[in-house]
Structure formats: C-alpha cells, structure tokens
C-alpha cells in the first residue's frame, strides 16, 4: 500500500534526509587513497548518532536463508561490486577505484535514503563518465515525478537516457516508496514504459535510484550473500535521493538546501 505522508511526517523525514546530506559531505573530504572502506563506516556512524539519528541498514536482515543480518552503517561498493558491499578493514581504497556508497538514517520514526558514486584520487575519462551518466539519469527520471504521472514515466525516462549512452541499468533492483519502513511501495524499476504504474500523488516520498552497468546487463551475488557485482567485472555506479512528490516540481530531501 502506497502511504501519503502528512505535513508534520514529511517534516520527520526532513530531518532523517538532512543527516543523510550532511554525512555524505563530509565522506566527499575522505575519499582519498589508503583509507580503509571500515573507517568510512565508523565515521559515518559517528556523525549519524550525533545528529540524533539510527543507521538503519546496521542489522538490516537479508531475507535469505544463512545470510546474516547488514553488519554496518554503509554498503560500500567498490568498482565492479553494484551495491551491497560490507565494509571491511582489509579493504583499503586505491587511487581510480570508483566507490559507491548508499545511506539509510531512520529518525523519529521514519527514514531518509540516499546513495552517492565517488572516484578516489585520479578519475579515468571512462570511469568519470560513468559516474556522470549515473547521476544524470536520476535528474533525467525526476523531470517526470510530477502530480498525476505515472511511475512508468520515471522509470522509462531512466532507462533510456542510460541506454541512449551506451550503458545497462540493473534490472533485479529497484527504487522504492520509503517512510515508515525502509522499502514501501511503490518499486520503482530504472527501466519500462511510460503510462504504466500508479499515479503519482502530492505526499508520496519515493527513493529513486539508477544503478549502472558499463557491460553487460547481468549480476551475481558473491559469497557473504550479500555483495552484488557486475558478473563480467565492469564497471558500475550508484546514486539516489529521497524525494517528495508535491503540487509542483519535486522536492529532493537528501540535498543540503541553501
């Protein structure tokens, strides 16, 4: 069932949104050769609990038979890995390694959700390029997230920017409505055809959030159940934002205002 926020919890998810903005500024300044992807995620612990805000993806259950819940307050996901990846000591960021972070706070009852590609140190013209197209193909889908579309118009509006530049969008994972639970409805696909969906309503918040591929469309998970990567080990990038639907254009709630 799709919820309709009212004002006093689109001011809650405000606030969630807000520490979800604030974290990724300040991971932005870290990402830098010889930090470990387990430093991230302390860190980003550190300033979520300041903020007076709850990890939410940190015992997050799987779901799957034998996978342990999330371990951390991240999923940082590094070049060929999609999404999913479990902070680690061992894992020390490179210079060139295209890193993709996604970010659930949960405040006062709901939750904020966001997720952001960045490239340590030396960024090649391929890799650049991909994170740009990524970012791009969520402004590309929110031109659509207007009072009495369709969700279809946002997921088509995705994919074939994505396609139209010579990349694959992931077809297994979706965006989503987000409130009270992390995942609500509606899904939101990063492919499919316009007119087709719910209507889009003011009060709706939804997630939306194109995950990109450089190769081929498919994906396998790896052992800890929980890491998805590209199965022919391109490159792939991340991002999203919470928004909220109103009588106007649609307000993205995990960007720092000026």
Not at 7 to 28: C, D, P, T, W
Not at 93 to 99: C, H, P, R, T
Not at 117 to 128: M, P
Not at 205 to 227: F, N, Q, R, S, Y
Request: glycine share 10%; hydrophobic share 40%.
């Amino acid at each position: 069932m799709v919820t309709i926020k009212s004002q006093k919890e689109i001011e809650k998810m405000r606030q969630a949104s807000h520490i979800v903005a604030i974290v990724y500024q300040e991971l932005e300044k870290m990402m830098k050769p010889g930090i470990t992807t387990m430093q991230l995620d302390h860190f980003a612990e550190k300033i979520i609990r300041e903020h007076g805000g709850i990890p939410a993806q940190k015992g997050y259950p799987s779901g799957q038979k034998g996978v342990g819940a999330f371990p951390a307050t991240l999923c940082v996901s590094i070049n060929d890995e999609v999404i999913h990846g479990i902070p680690s000591d061992r894992v020390i960021l490179q210079d060139g390694d295209v890193v993709s972070i996604d970010l659930v706070v949960y405040k006062n009852g709901f939750h904020a959700d966001a997720a952001r590609t960045f490239i340590v140190g030396k960024a090649s013209k391929e890799a650049q390029r991909l994170v740009d197209i990524t970012k791009q193909a969520f402004f590309e889908g929110i031109q659509y997230a207007v009072k009495g579309n369709r969700i279809g118009d946002i997921s088509s509006a995705i994919g074939e920017f994505v396609e139209k530049n010579g990349y694959n969008v992931v077809r297994e994972f979706q965006g989503h409505g987000i409130g009270e639970q992390m995942h609500e409805d509606p899904g939101i696909p990063n492919y499919g055809k316009k007119g087709r969906g719910i209507r889009l309503e003011p009060g709706m918040t939804l997630a939306i959030e194109p995950m990109v591929m450089v190769g081929k469309p498919k994906i396998c998970v790896l052992e800890d159940g929980w890491t998805i990567v590209t199965e022919d080990g391109s490159l792939s990038a991340h991002y999203e934002n919470t928004i909220l639907i109103t009588e106007k254009e649609p307000e993205i709630l995990t960007l720092l205002q000026n």
